[in-house]
């Protein structure tokens, strides 16, 4: 029996979404209060999307992401990439909305991880041959990431039968409708050879790329 019980889940957002990222914030920290971590550990993670749609700022919200913070005994987390989580060593992450949104949607364990990676990697080649350049979308990571199996253990708990804090976050996913008619592989990575030109222009402007 895992912590969260899958099936229970709703949709709660896309991806992105301060409603989705509390929702994966809120499971994250449920999975490690029962974790019995030791009292001393110290840890964060935190994911920021750049580039993303508007409509996913609203009310003033001035980044796009979550974070989970284990710090003092204390197990938080929440919308945002705030400093202190920053602060402490970790998992974080900065990448290009339209880069993982998604195929954050989509099931796997271990086997679908790596299906995925290879997708993503074929993607980006594809765009820098169309482009000329080198990782015309790539950002810079805040620090060196950091995920030892005191957290890694519970979070990705149950990752081979559809539970994991991975397939809980795209249990929780609506889908986006800019990647609607977009081809894409088993693990929902968009087909860039595979787009019309209108459709490559308009992934092309999703990622924020200055032509």
């Not at 060593?89 to 900065?94: A, C, K, L, N, T």
């Not at 539970?163 to 977009?182: K, R, T, V, W, Y």
């Not at 990575?189 to 790329?209: A, N």
């Amino acid at each position: 029996m895992y912590i969260i019980d899958i099936s229970s889940l709703k949709k709660e957002g896309e991806f992105g979404s301060k409603e989705w990222g509390e929702a994966c914030a809120a499971a994250a920290v449920k999975i490690l209060k029962a974790a019995d971590l030791p009292a001393d550990f110290e840890w964060a993670f935190t994911e920021r999307y750049t580039h993303p749609p508007d409509r996913l700022m609203k009310g003033g919200r001035t980044q796009c992401g979550y974070y989970i913070m284990v710090r003092n005994g204390e197990i938080t987390g929440g919308d945002g990439e705030p400093e202190e989580a920053l602060a402490i060593r970790g998992f974080h992450i900065r990448a290009r909305w339209a880069a993982l949104c998604n195929q954050s949607g989509a099931f796997y364990g271990a086997e679908g991880k790596l299906k995925r990676g290879d997708g993503e990697v074929v993607m980006r080649e594809v765009i820098e041959r169309y482009l000329g350049r080198e990782d015309p979308y790539g950002e810079v990571q805040p620090s060196e990431r950091y995920f030892p199996e005191t957290v890694r253990g519970p979070l990705m708990a149950g990752s081979e039968k559809g539970n994991g804090l991975h397939n809980i976050a795209a249990s929780m996913q609506i889908s986006s409708p800019e990647f609607a008619d977009f081809p894409v592989t088993e693990m929902l990575v968009p087909i860039f050879d595979e787009m019309s030109e209108e459709q490559k222009k308009s992934f092309i402007k999703l990622l924020g790329i200055d032509i």
